[in-house]
């Protein structure tokens, strides 16, 4: 007799995870929704979960076979973490792990890329999810979205370098197929919306469906770093603004057809991203 799947969201109140769980819900699935304070969410047996302390790593693992993993953020090495918790995720039952990574980070890299490297060595079904750079940044609750409603300006040095920028949304659907179509991916999935563009680009987008401009300023790798290490650590603000910088570098400019292909629909572009975040928002990016 097969057993009906039950997958374990981490982070399930965060930008992807909330999505993916509404999707997993919507399709009958058993899921159990992973948060720091235990949030309930529809369709879900909500759990406390805390990468930082082990002792909630129990009650997350009964009865699951699956997992979402959305390693602990703003740590330069998570796979310190991470690792040791899926040893005991595997010796609990769970026999497929889908991981968020970056399209920034490969196997092998730093951050998120220990742990690619390790997963397929610990568990015979799973996958990596490495998106580009979410249009959420932009319309959302990150440090873009902040200052453009602030004071319409977005900050980076990542100078006309392109990025196909990808919905959230369109992560969640390809996630959801990662986490249930047989057989498992056992590969990594390189995620974009259909489109490269500069942030200049996206500023112009966004003063087009808003009404309201945005101004892209460019900044010197040194000068976004000095700049994000007044609100997060040091090491970790050498790392995003190195990120940037590839991004000027062309590492970003490039689409694939992993939507299309693993949900059978088109990425959204991101004026229809910053359209539906105009309508759902009285203060919309």
């Keep these: 007799m097969n057993v009906p799947a039950h997958t374990l969201v981490i982070g399930a109140t965060g930008t992807t995870g909330s999505r993916l769980v509404s999707r997993l819900a919507a399709r009958n699935h058993r899921v159990v929704a992973a948060s720091r304070t235990a949030t309930a969410v529809d369709g879900a047996r909500a759990v406390r979960f805390d990468w930082y302390d082990p002792t909630t790593f129990a009650d997350a693992f009964s ?6 993993l959305v390693p602990p953020p703003g740590s330069t090495a998570p796979a310190a973490t991470v690792l040791p918790f899926l040893e005991q995720a595997r010796t609990a039952g ?9 399209s920034a980070v490969p196997a092998g890299g730093p951050a998120t890329g220990e742990i690619h490297q390790a997963l397929p060595g610990l568990f015979e079904e799973w996958a990596v999810l490495r998106p580009s750079w979410f249009m959420q940044n932009f319309t959302g609750d990150h440090v873009h979205a902040h200052s453009i409603r602030a004071d319409g300006t977005l900050w980076t040095a990542t100078g006309e370098g392109r990025v196909a920028f990808v919905d959230a949304d369109d992560i969640a659907a390809v996630a959801a197929h990662a986490l249930t179509d047989d057989p498992a991916p056992n590969t990594d999935l390189l995620i974009t919306g259909p ?3 500069s942030h200049s680009d996206i500023a112009a987008t966004l003063t087009a469906v808003t009404g309201r401009p945005v101004t892209h ?5 040194g000068q976004l770093r000095d700049r994000l290490a007044t609100t997060v650590p040091a090491e970790y603000a050498t790392f995003l603004a190195g990120l940037d910088r590839a991004i000027a570098d062309g590492a970003e400019d490039h689409t694939t057809d992993t939507v299309q292909r693993i949900t059978g629909r088109a990425p959204r572009t991101f004026r229809a991203h910053a359209e539906l975040a105009a309508l759902s928002s009285t203060d919309p990016a």
Excluded: F, I, P
Excluded at 94 to 102: D, H
């Design 63 to 68: 009865g699951v076979d699956r997992v979402y």
């Design 94 to 102: 769970v026999r497929r792990a889908v991981l968020l990574s970056s």
């Design 195 to 197: 489109e490269a563009l």
């Design 217 to 221: 300023r460019h900044l010197a790798y």
